[in-house]
C-alpha cells in the first residue's frame, strides 16, 4: 500500500519561506513523477510543481512560481522536498503531494494535504 505524508506546512508572513516534504512508502513503481498540487478555497486543484523520477530529472513549474519554488526529491530517502520562498497571500491553500504519470498530469497517488497560510 502506497502512502504519501506531507509535513513542513504552517503560517509564514508575506516573503518568508517554507519547506515541504513528502515521505514515500510503499511501492509507487506505476509511477514515474511526483509533484505537488495546491487548492485554495473555492478554486480548483492546480498543479504546482513536478519532478520526474528518472535521472534526468525533468521538472515542470506553474507559471505563477517560476522563480521562487524549487522541487526537489531524495530518492534514498523517498522524499520530495518543495522549497518554496518569496510567498506571497495567494500561496495560500492546501498543498498536496502527488505520485504518477506524465509529470503528474496524471495521478495515481495522494497524499492528504499540508496547509500553507500566508498572511499579509
Known amino acids: 500500500q502506497v502512502q504519501l505524508v506531507e509535513s513542513g506546512g504552517g503560517l509564514v508572513q508575506a516573503g518568508g519561506s517554507l519547506r515541504l516534504s513528502c515521505a514515500a512508502s510503499?511501492?509507487?513503481?506505476?509511477?514515474?513523477?511526483m509533484g505537488w498540487y495546491r487548492q485554495a478555497p473555492g478554486k480548483e486543484r492546480e498543479l504546482v510543481a513536478a519532478?520526474?523520477?528518472?535521472?534526468?530529472?525533468?521538472?515542470y513549474y506553474a507559471d505563477s512560481v517560476k522563480g521562487r519554488f524549487t522541487i526537489s526529491r531524495d530518492n534514498a530517502k523517498n522524499t520530495l522536498y518543495l522549497q518554496m520562498n518569496s510567498l506571497k497571500p495567494e500561496d495560500s491553500a492546501m498543498y498536496y503531494c502527488?505520485?504518477?504519470?506524465?509529470?503528474?498530469?496524471?495521478?495515481?497517488?495522494w497524499g492528504q494535504g499540508t496547509q500553507v497560510t500566508v498572511s499579509s
Open positions: 502527488a505520485a504518477g504519470r506524465q509529470l503528474v498530469t496524471i495521478v495515481n497517488y
Open positions: 510503499g511501492s509507487i513503481s506505476s509511477a514515474n513523477a
Open positions: 519532478i520526474s523520477i528518472s535521472s534526468s530529472g525533468t521538472t
